[in-house]
């Protein structure tokens, strides 16, 4: 079967305005790059979407409140209370306020990640990109980390409700802490939550031992990464925690979100993941999700350096679907084979400590 690349012209709207790192034209840019590269191949389909989420699905982790807010603050209102609901990275730098009909946008990601979803449990594609996809900071009543509906989160507890799911996996590799997504499933032992990140960046959450709660203790799997952290640490980590987990967890459906930013010459971060690391993610999600029929959905839309952003989604699409494409890095790389190594191996044997417990596999 085909891989699904689910996509929307709406995209350009998730927009944050003149000055702000996160601009709606990424989305073009990508599939301007996926046309001349990956296009090639015969394992992709472009699904295009037009439609939106509704209140009904946005309710799924959302409050009331906070999406007629949203709503209301999109079309132009002024909201006198606006900051109770976003930070202030969630607002246009010129002119301080959510900007307009980025709400509708927002919806139409979300709505993206849904249709892979049920792409991928229909069995209408082996594997789906729903790109725009991985908002992972948003929370049920405060938008933040430009995030203002969390995808992530509404995919999963669709997949559960609509399809019967009881062992979801969610890999998060984005350089920045799911802090959105692990408040919604720290409890929940269907959802086990693998977040690999920088450690001590914004939002400052994502500790080793911040494990999970209740019936969820176990299920959530911090790794907090050092500055400059090299693809051998990210092998290292798959190898010694994330493959073990999930082969005893056995999910039914693997969903990854993630974009650019661990690459050194992101900027907003200091991670060290060349085009080759982020296709061996690819290549390492491909072999997890063999566990589950091949059954994955993958959510890109972060990174802040557009000529490394369009490629590093490219490395991750292509070893994902077992294509190769050739990878050009666009900057000269100063990153070490085995930088921070030893650091990393000292985090893992931490992790694992906390997790024994709960894992046999540890």
């Known amino acids: 079967m085909n891989v699904g690349i689910v996509y929307s012209e709406q995209l350009k709207n998730y927009d944050f305005g003149l000055g702000h790192p996160f601009r709606g034209d990424r989305f073009r840019s990508f599939m301007s790059y996926f046309d001349t590269t990956l296009s090639k191949s015969d394992r992709f389909e472009v699904i295009i979407n037009e439609k939106v989420a509704g209140d009904e699905d946005i309710e799924l982790w959302h409050t009331k409140d906070y999406i007629q807010a949203m709503q209301a603050a999109s079309t132009g209102q002024d909201i006198t209370n606006l900051w109770k609901y976003i930070s202030g990275d969630n607002m246009n730098p010129k002119t301080r306020k959510l900007p307009e009909g980025i709400e509708t946008a927002a919806r139409v990601i979300v709505k993206n990640s849904m249709l892979a979803c049920d792409l991928v449990e229909e069995r209408k594609c082996e594997k789906a990109v729903s790109i ?34 009881e062992r979801v996996l969610i890999l998060d590799t984005d350089a920045h802490a799911g802090n959105g997504t692990c408040q919604a499933f720290y409890s929940d032992p269907k ?3 693998v977040d690999l990140h920088q450690k ?9 031992d911040e494990v999970g709660a209740g019936n969820g ?31 005893e967890f056995k999910p039914q459906l693997v969903i990854r979100n993630g974009g650019s930013d661990p690459h050194p010459s992101d900027e907003i971060t200091q991670l060290g993941l060349t085009l080759e690391g982020f296709r061996y993610i690819g290549k390492s999600v491909k072999k997890i999700a063999d566990i589950c029929d091949g059954k994955e959905v993958d959510l890109i839309c972060s990174g802040y350096k557009p000529e490394v952003l369009v490629r590093a989604w490219g490395a991750l699409i292509s070893g994902l679907a077992g294509v190769d494409i050739i990878l050009e890095e666009p900057f000269p790389l100063r990153v070490v084979k085995n930088q921070m190594l030893g650091t990393v191996e000292n985090v893992v044997e931490r992790v694992k400590r906390n997790l024994k417990r709960y894992w046999q596999c540890f």
């Open 200 to 208: 001590s960046i914004y939002p400052n959450t994502g500790f080793e």
């Open 191 to 193: 959802v086990l939550f």
């Open 132 to 165: 725009g996809g991985g908002l992972h900071h948003a929370k049920p009543n405060y938008g933040e980390g430009f995030c203002v509906y969390n995808d992530v989160v509404i995919c999963v507890k669709h997949a559960i409700r609509t399809y019967g799911l």
């Open 217 to 247: 203790k176990g299920y959530t799997v911090n790794v907090p990464l050092p500055p400059y952290a090299s693809d051998e640490v990210y092998k290292l980590v798959f190898n010694e925690l994330i493959f073990p987990l999930v082969k």
